[in-house]
T-cell receptor, first 112, second 114 residues
Framework: AQSVTQLGSHVSVSEGALVLLRCNYS??????LFWYVQYPNQGLQLLLK??????LVKGINGFEAEFKKSETSFHLTKPSAHMSDAAEYFC??????????FGTGTSLTVIP | DTAVSQTPKYLVTQMGNDKSIKCEQN?????MYWYKQDSKKFLKIMFS???????INETVPNRFSPKSPDKAHLNLHINSLELGDSAVYFC?????????????FGPGTRLTVT
């Protein structure tokens, strides 16, 4: 069965510190992987995506993620957290383009 | 122009009523979705339409009925609303024939059933 797991429903970092949000997937076929961000009272916005090209993917707002097939992971990082990064982050996977599987979300708090 | 739009943004209604939420996308996508997000932010797929045909119908009460009059629209009708239906409902669209499949989400409709 295909699925996505996000470790840590809540992550707190200090402003300026490294952000690391974890995502692991399970799949028997090559996946397409995504990170979405949801700001309060808004819809989901695509941060970045992996589509079998480069394994290190750069997204908007200074975020990047690395696809590691051996670890079945697609962790999201940002070198220096900003207050405006506080939001809910979702990892998602699809294999067919019709069915998407979302993780349970990670709430990021940035401490000034 | 808004890529994926939903109306209304807020919907407050009483138990037992029937209500509809509308969704439109102007991206030329062939696949549209309805998701339900509960108070814990968990996203659950409800329905998916590809070229106006239902392709995903998760375990959802049959009080929920989607309708896709054309590829650009996917509406959600809910009969006999219950307290547990209170949630944020998101519409999304994607292109199944594309190379990257990313979904674009609407701003959500916050449904409150009293």
């Amino acid at each position: 069965a295909q699925s996505v797991t996000q470790l840590g429903s809540h992550v707190s970092v200090s402003e300026g510190a490294l952000v690391l949000l974890r995502c692991n997937y399970s799949s028997s076929v090559p996946p397409y992987l995504f990170w979405y961000v949801q700001y309060p009272n808004q819809g989901l916005q695509l941060l970045l995506k992996y589509t079998s090209a480069a394994t290190l993917v750069k997204g908007i707002n200074g975020f990047e993620a690395e696809f590691k097939k051996s670890e079945t992971s697609f962790h999201l990082t940002k070198p220096s957290a900003h207050m405006s990064d506080a939001a809910e982050y979702f990892c998602a996977v699809t294999f067919t383009g019709n069915q998407f599987y979302f993780g349970t979300g990670t709430s990021l708090t940035v401490i000034p | 122009d808004t890529a994926v739009s939903q109306t209304p943004k807020y919907l407050v209604t009483q138990m037992g009523n029937d209500k509809s939420i509308k969704c439109e996308q102007n991206l030329g996508h062939d696949t549209m979705y309805w998701y339900k997000q509960d108070s814990k932010k968990f996203l659950k797929i409800m329905f998916s339409y590809n070229n106006k045909e239902l392709i995903i119908n998760e375990t959802v009460p049959n009080r929920f009925s989607p309708k896709s009059p054309d590829k650009a629209h996917l509406n959600l009708h809910i009969n006999s609303l219950e307290l547990g239906d209170s949630a944020v409902y998101f519409c999304a669209s994607s292109n199944s024939g594309g190379l990257s499949y990313e979904q674009y989400f609407g701003p959500g409709t916050r449904l409150t059933v009293t």
